[in-house]
């Protein structure tokens, strides 16, 4: 049985990686989906100061290194998330909107979609930005969970010797300023000193000097971004057309919120203090002073609100220890659809991708740490509409000080929270990966994909104009 699983598995790797090849490499060496030739013909108006190049980087930068998806086992197996172009399987045979996606493949899913940008351009001389299609994040599995950890101050490097052999013109005309990419990790797993001998964890790519001028495009950045914008984690969402977009609005819209808030999560059961172990705490302790009848405040708070018809249950918990809500959505969107607060405590970085998730179900999020987002997705999430679209709680208060969540959220005016409702429902567009090929009518609408674009054209032309 176990030879017989291998044997699948290996076939579905190669057969996955013909396809890719086929459809992936072609259209990024040959160009073929130039201004001249894209289904959604753009205009050279409409182009000015936003023409991308694709730099035909070989195979072994990308595709290739799709061919081991399953040879890292202290990290998982990611072969079988790698169908629909890095969207993953669909969740079940109907689905036209829900797939099993990886954040990791984040860099197949952004490569895939930029083929079908409207201003691509053969000529790296026009172009405004050059795009450099290396799955960075892919490749430093085998620094990471491979037996090349010790070199992980290599990691890049190869890639950087091939941009000044091959066309060096492309890289000298600005340095790399003009240079971007996506890095599907913490931009912290690529940071690690070029000096730590032995490593301690990660690789050093954004540490070498050679790729200081570089953007790199991250699911979280640092506290003081240099080379790297954060953009949104993918979640399992991804409408091909209006129709199934709106319908899924249509859904976040009419859901009854019976949850006053809910964590979907793991981790909260180590002795030390830390706030997830607080808000597993203050859930247990909330819900079982409801089911006794306590006299408590907060119990009182929520009888009264009981009485009104508005919930049934004070606090959800979604336990999702050891990665098992990592690729099935239905553990955890339910139950966001169902409640009006979704925490979002930090891990073992700040940020998460459950707050994409929640924003999607039209889940208010509810953030501990300004590096959870508020200093991250500025393109995504503008800073000045924070306290419109989420609630901030300082995780000091909550574990050192006894503030309850409960307290401050039932502080929150009713009206104020169907304003910022309403506000989380006009987000949703931008935190999504629409499906590639996706209809005409939904490309009028910005996605996650077209905002990380917009940014990342400013972002080099600003910093050209600096030079």
């Known amino acids: 049985m176990a030879y017989k699983t291998q044997i699948t598995t290996i076939f579905f790797s190669i057969t996955t990686h013909f396809f890719l090849l086929l459809i992936i490499n072609s259209a990024s060496s040959q160009q073929i989906l130039s201004t001249e030739s894209t289904s959604n013909a753009a205009t050279t108006e409409d182009c000015s100061n936003r023409w991308i190049h694709i730099r035909n980087l070989p195979s072994r930068f990308n595709l290739d290194l799709l061919t081991n998806c399953s040879e890292y086992p202290l990290f998982g197996d990611f072969c079988p998330y790698l169908a629909n172009h890095g969207l993953g399987q669909k969740t079940h045979s109907k689905s036209r909107s829900w797939y099993r996606t990886d954040p990791l493949l984040l860099e197949l899913i952004f490569h895939r979609r930029i083929l079908e940008y409207p201003c691509l351009t053969n000529d790296p001389n026009v172009a405004n930005a050059i795009f450099l299609p290396y799955y960075a994040a892919i490749d430093s599995l085998r620094y990471l969970y491979g037996p090349d950890v010790n070199s992980s101050f290599q990691h890049g490097m190869e890639l950087f010797e091939f941009l000044q052999s091959d066309e060096p013109g492309i890289w000298k005309r600005h340095m790399g300023h003009d240079h971007f990419l996506v890095m ?154 169902q409640s009006t607060f979704c925490l979002q405590p930090p891990g073992d970085t700040p940020t998460r991708r459950s707050t994409f998730d929640a924003i999607t179900a039209g889940c208010i999020p509810v953030f501990f740490e300004e590096l959870s987002a508020k200093m991250q997705y500025g393109w995504h999430l503008p800073e000045e509409n924070y306290a419109e679209i989420s609630v901030f709680i300082p995780k000091e208060d909550v574990v050192f000080k006894g503030l309850k969540i409960l307290d401050v959220l039932m502080g929150i005016p009713r009206s104020e929270v169907r304003r910022m409702r309403e506000s989380i429902l006009e987000l949703i567009p931008r935190v999504t990966y629409r499906r590639h090929g996706s209809s005409l009518g939904l490309r009028t609408k910005k996605d996650a994909f077209d905002t990380a674009i917009d940014g990342t054209l400013q972002s080099i032309k600003d910093k050209l104009a600096n030079m």
């Open 184 to 337: 599907a990790r913490p931009a912290w797993d690529f940071s690690q000193p070029l000096d730590n001998d032995p490593p301690i964890w990660g690789t050093s790519f954004l540490e070498l000097p050679q790729f200081y001028n570089v953007t790199a495009l991250v699911p979280e950045g640092r506290a003081w971004p240099w080379q790297e914008h954060a953009v949104p984690y993918p979640t399992s969402f991804h409408p091909p057309n209006m129709a199934c977009f709106e319908a899924w609005i249509q859904r976040v819209k009419r859901s009854r919120r019976t949850s006053l808030m809910l964590f979907a999560g793991g981790g909260g059961i180590a002795a030390t203090p830390n706030i997830r172990r607080s808000i597993r705490t203050e859930c247990e302790n909330s819900n079982t002073s409801i089911n006794s009848s306590s006299s408590s405040s907060s119990s009182s708070n929520f009888n009264v609100l009981e009485r009104n018809g508005i919930y049934s249950k004070i606090c959800h918990i979604v336990d999702c220890s050891n990665g098992i809500c990592e690729h099935d959505p239905i553990r955890y969107m339910r139950p966001m659809l």
